[in-house]
């Protein structure tokens, strides 16, 4: 009887913590790649391709032209794969499956309200060696003409200056005629912006599986931010705490301020 219900006990186990695997295989940097026949490829066009990046509860889809980040609400799992709902309604969502475990490649079925399903198929980073990769046409790539500039993403601040993002790293900020007024970019970070109302400049940076929200004012000759709030990815979930501190965006380091929240680990992308 105790042999029973000691195998009972472990399968219940086992049965858990795959259950729990299952759930997290969505997180990471998937890489679009392309299905032509029954092979998948990875097309160099000698730029960043698309990808989708899943930080702790946000999601990120970087496009050639242009990139959004959303916010997951709640997720659902059934034999269909993984569903990451951006809304309470369930009309909006990213749904995961794998196609090949094995050699991490996985549909990304993207629905936005009323709108019809894009289906895509992505690798994740860390197998993309194992997908074959091959020189892009003129039918799989676009111009620099078709492209124009860098920019990622940007927007209209409260005072009427804009705020970009350009090549994931790099911010700067132009008054109402384009002049310059500061430019800063982040060595092993990557920026978004945080479409809120403002004046101020709100960004999140991402440190591999963790990031920061936070929002610089200016002061003097500098940009500066009394508040930062702190994700950090655990295999338990996510860690959110947020600290008053003060923080110079000229002077900014990912390293040096996760140390202020007790936190002496190294994080790369």
């Given at each position: 009887?105790?042999?029973?219900?000691?195998?009972?006990?472990?399968?219940?186990?086992?049965?858990?913590?795959?259950?729990?695997?299952?759930?997290?295989?969505?997180?990471?940097?998937?890489?679009?790649?392309?299905?032509?026949?029954?092979?998948?490829?990875?097309?160099?066009?000698?730029?960043?391709?698309?990808?989708?990046?899943?930080?702790?509860?946000?999601?990120?889809?970087?496009?050639?032209?242009?990139?959004?980040?959303?916010?997951?609400?709640?997720?659902?799992?059934?034999?269909?794969?993984?569903?990451?709902?951006?809304?309470?309604?369930?009309?909006?969502?990213?749904?995961?499956?794998?196609?090949?475990?094995?050699?991490?490649?996985?549909?990304?079925?993207?629905?936005?309200?009323?709108?019809?399903?894009?289906?895509?198929?992505?690798?994740?980073?860390?197998?993309?060696?194992?997908?074959?990769?091959?020189?892009?046409?003129?039918?799989?790539?676009?111009?620099?003409?078709?492209?124009?500039?860098?920019?990622?993403?940007?927007?209209?601040?409260?005072?009427?200056?804009?705020?970009?993002?350009?090549?994931?790293?790099?911010?700067?900020?132009?008054?109402?005629?384009?002049?310059?007024?500061?430019?800063?970019?982040?060595?092993?970070c990557n920026v978004k912006i945080n479409h809120i109302k403002t004046r101020g400049?709100?960004?999140?940076?991402?440190?591999?599986?963790?990031?920061?929200?936070?929002?610089?004012?200016?002061k003097g000759e500098d940009w500066v931010s009394n508040s930062v709030t702190y994700?950090?990815?655990?295999?338990?979930?996510?860690?959110?705490?947020?600290?008053?501190?003060?923080?110079?965006?000229?002077?900014?380091?990912?390293?040096?301020?996760?140390?202020?929240?007790?936190?002496?680990?190294?994080?790369?992308?």
């Open positions: 009887m105790k042999k029973i219900v000691f195998g009972l006990s472990l399968l219940s186990v086992l049965l858990s913590c795959n259950s729990q695997d299952s759930k997290e295989n969505y997180k990471g940097t998937w890489i679009k790649v392309q299905k032509r026949g029954n092979e998948f490829l990875i097309i160099d066009c000698g730029y960043k391709g698309e990808d989708i990046k899943i930080i702790n509860d946000s999601i990120f889809e970087n496009g050639i032209m242009e990139s959004t980040k959303e916010k997951i609400d709640h997720i659902k799992e059934d034999g269909r794969g993984v569903s990451l709902f951006i809304d309470k309604t369930e009309k909006s969502y990213y749904k995961f499956l794998f196609v090949d475990k094995e050699k991490g490649l996985a549909k990304w079925e993207i629905k936005y309200n009323d709108l019809p399903i894009i289906v895509r198929y992505f690798v994740n980073e860390l197998s993309a060696d194992k997908i074959k990769k091959i020189k892009g046409t003129n039918d799989d790539c676009i111009s620099s003409d078709d492209v124009g500039d860098s920019v990622n993403d940007s927007i209209t601040l409260t005072d009427g200056n804009i705020l970009l993002v350009e090549d994931d790293n790099c911010i700067s900020l132009q008054d109402k005629k384009e002049n310059l007024i500061f430019e800063r970019c982040f060595d092993n400049l709100p960004l999140t940076i991402i440190s591999g599986q963790n990031s920061i929200d936070i929002e610089f004012y200016k994700f950090k990815s655990l295999p338990t979930g996510e860690e959110k705490n947020t600290k008053q501190i003060e923080v110079s965006l000229k002077e900014f380091n990912f390293d040096s301020v996760i140390e202020q929240f007790g936190d002496n680990e190294k994080y790369m992308i």
